[in-house]
């Protein structure tokens, strides 16, 4: 098997959207905006290999659903995650997420900044055909805790566990989705999906010697998203912009068993991007998500802007085509 | 290709370049470092009101008559500081006729102490640093970047480890109880700078529920119901607390705590207990119906919430007090392991 250099790393935009109020964001790895995996392999396997950057500007107060100003915070989760996917054929393909996080909490007197390692996500997936054009896709996945979750401040104290890199618990991830392609006209693909994490709780959060610390669980997490591409062909590149709506619901995190005031609730975003593809080997993305509703409980910083690239490489390319779907 | 590979080592670096150590000053602490919490927001990720401005008790219009405030009576003068706006920023540095003080706050343990800004011989601010330690607020000040326990009234990390906080007395009361006994005084303002739901409390059913606590204590102590409200009188090393449900009919209680005799008198009606060393008042008789007014001793000396005696031989004067606040019960039983609970 050919292998050329690049780790094309997808970086692996940590969505620090759920966001407490006195204690802010979720950190841990992100994993719900990278499940998809393409199997448009027509015959054998094939390795992919993808990088992905994303930046989350988390600077918006909310109160419930008003928006409040004066702010004295800004957070930031700059997330680096390299993708392995390993499509075995048509239908199975399996699927290593590593992140890198840098998570950085900054006032006017103080920035702090915790980085590392985040959590390893292991993915299965099996599509099955439901007509010509049309596939079910089915994923099911877990997130091991091998991330730094022990992060400290200049003066020796943990950071929060939404400024960690890692989590230091067993999740469990689930996807359902739909790909339409050539849907209503040619070249244009819908892609239908509802997600599902849940977190455990971690019951020694900030004790390395894992016999005190504090029990903290991140709320669970449940995604309704679809989404449009359409194929253009330029110069031989395949270009593919998309768009489409994402609706988010987190529940409360948990704090020694009980809600954690300031967090959970519902968010609307709407991710735009546009995908290169040049040849059957590499492939490329930006995108933007911008929320334009939510409802939190009680008083929260949440995100206003994400933004994200991405680059994928595919070993052997010559066994596969050029996935029109925009969905690898 | 050889660019790349840097390319990717310097992104490596960077991603993995570790947060400060921090110098020796910084690392040491009087209290267990492992029991110090990051609750979330950073340093100052809370504001504190630094430029506090005040309205009149006709213009208040946020306020419910069982609304909590905090207040300071002096020289003759009284500002209110309601928990409202209090829960949102739990620290405000105010400048009150010749002394500065830091209102602070805890929404936690439920804990306002009026700290006196002259730290050291030198004025400054505080400031909320996100950290709590036994769920109990840690303000820093601004001038050595020093931080402190507000419940343990003591500098515990920074320059001026091991510096104890002087305090002002304050008054803890529904704002029914306080327009009634000061129409004239000065409220802090929701002009604050910031834009805030104040009214709505931040933290839910937290006050009710005796199960709830954000973060595990060093000491649990379950004498009493653990957001059972209590005055907790520190009087030079003997401490004791009084639970506000003892005066469900106000009243009068003699008490010797260390060396002293105190006099604590309180309404649960009124929302309020003040403790004083008694001094040379002969008996009490209680009467709240000329509240600031409490009543008078048997040599007809009148004393007053604040602790000034305005009427009879001792006018003029007023009688000592010590270290004493209202807060949660659990918060008393961690802090001060073992403390009494008058019966």
């Known amino acids: 098997m050919r292998l050329i250099v690049y780790f094309s790393f997808y970086l692996i935009v940590l969505r620090c959207g759920n966001v407490q109020g006195q204690t802010c964001c979720s950190g841990g790895a992100p994993l719900m905006t990278s499940f998809d995996i393409g199997t448009n392999g027509p015959d054998g396997s094939y390795l992919a290999i993808g990088l992905d950057y994303e930046y989350n500007s988390v600077n918006k107060l909310v109160d419930n659903n008003r928006r409040l100003e004066n702010d004295p915070r800004h957070r930031s989760g700059q997330n680096l995650l390299l993708k392995i996917d390993y499509i075995h054929d048509a239908h199975w393909a399996f699927s290593g997420l590593l992140p890198m996080v840098i998570q950085q909490r900054t006032t006017f007197s103080e920035s702090e900044r915790a980085s590392g390692i985040g959590d390893l996500t292991l993915l299965g997936q099996y599509s099955k ?15 091991l805790p091998v991330g730094n979750r022990f992060r400290r401040d200049d003066r020796g104290i943990f950071l929060s566990p939404d400024m960690q890199p890692g989590t230091g618990t067993f999740d469990f991830v689930g996807r359902a989705a739909v790909l339409r392609q050539h849907f209503i006209i040619p070249n244009l693909t819908n892609l239908t999906a509802v997600s599902y994490r849940y977190n455990t709780t971690n019951p020694h959060f900030g004790d390395p010697q894992r016999q005190g610390g504090r029990r903290f669980k991140f709320g669970n997490e449940a995604i309704l998203s679809t989404s449009f591409n359409y194929l253009f062909v330029l110069n031989a590149w395949f270009v593919l912009p998309d768009a489409g709506v994402r609706f988010r619901y987190a529940s409360p995190n948990e704090e020694e068993g009980s809600r954690a005031p300031n967090s959970g609730g519902y968010w609307m975003l709407i991710p735009v991007g546009v995908q290169f593809q040049p040849n059957e080997g590499l492939m490329f993305r930006a995108s933007v998500e911008f929320p334009v509703w939510e409802d939190l409980a009680g008083l929260q910083i949440t995100t206003d802007l994400k933004v994200g690239v991405q680059i994928r490489y595919f070993l052997e390319p010559g066994t596969r085509d050029r996935d029109r779907s925009g969905i690898d | 290709m050889r660019l790349f590979k840097l390319s990717l080592l310097l992104v490596f670096v960077t991603i993995f370049s570790c947060s400060k150590k921090g110098t020796t000053a910084t690392r040491k602490w009087l209290i267990p470092e492992g029991q110090v ?62 002394i500065s003080y830091a209102l602070t ?20 601010t505080f400031g ?65 700078g910031y834009s805030r739901n104040y009214g709505v409390y931040p933290y839910g059913g937290y006050k009710t529920d005796n199960d709830y606590l954000l973060f595990p204590n060093s000491i649990n102590d379950d004498r009493l119901p653990s957001k059972e409200r209590v005055l907790g009188v520190l009087n030079k090393g003997a401490n004791r607390v009084y639970s506000l449900n003892l005066f469900a009919t106000p009243k009068v209680i003699f008490d010797t705590l260390g060396d002293d005799e105190l006099i604590v008198i309180g309404s649960q009606a009124d929302n309020f ?67 009494g609970i008058y019966e």
């Open chain 1, 129 to 143: 055909p439901l007509g010509s054009d049309m596939s079910l896709r089915l994923s099911l996945g877990a997130k």
């Open chain 2, 273 to 339: 207990i003040v403790a004083f060393r008694k001094g040379d008042l002969d008996g009490f008789t209680l009467d709240l119906s000329q509240l600031p007014v409490l009543g008078m001793d048997n040599a007809g000396n009148a004393l007053t919430i604040d602790g000034r005696i305005v009427e009879g031989p001792l006018s003029g004067t007023r009688l000592e007090q010590p270290i004493s606040f209202m807060g949660y019960w659990f918060a008393f039983g961690t802090f001060y392991a073992g403390i």
């Open chain 2, 128 to 192: 909320v640093s996100g950290k709590l330690y036994n769920n109990n607020l840690m303000p820093y000040d601004r001038r050595t970047d020093s931080y402190w326990s507000q419940l343990k009234l003591l500098c515990v990390n920074g320059t001026l480890i091991g510096t104890e906080a002087a305090t002002f007395p304050t008054i803890e009361t529904t704002w029914k109880t306080w327009k009634k006994m000061y129409p004239n005084s000065e409220v802090l303002s929701k002009n604050t």
């Open chain 2, 37 to 98: 919490r990051d609750g979330g927001p950073g340093k100052d990720g809370i504001p504190s009101v630094d430029n506090p401005q005040f309205i009149a008790v006709g213009e208040v219009d946020f306020l419910q008559d069982d609304d909590l405030v905090e207040g300071v009576v002096y020289k003759g003068k009284q500002r209110a500081y309601p928990h409202a706006i209090l829960d949102w920023h739990e620290i405000v540095n105010d400048d009150f006729d010749d």
């Open chain 2, 105 to 124: 706050y805890c929404p936690l343990t439920g804990t306002g102490i009026a700290w006196d800004r002259v730290v050291d011989g030198q004025l400054t």
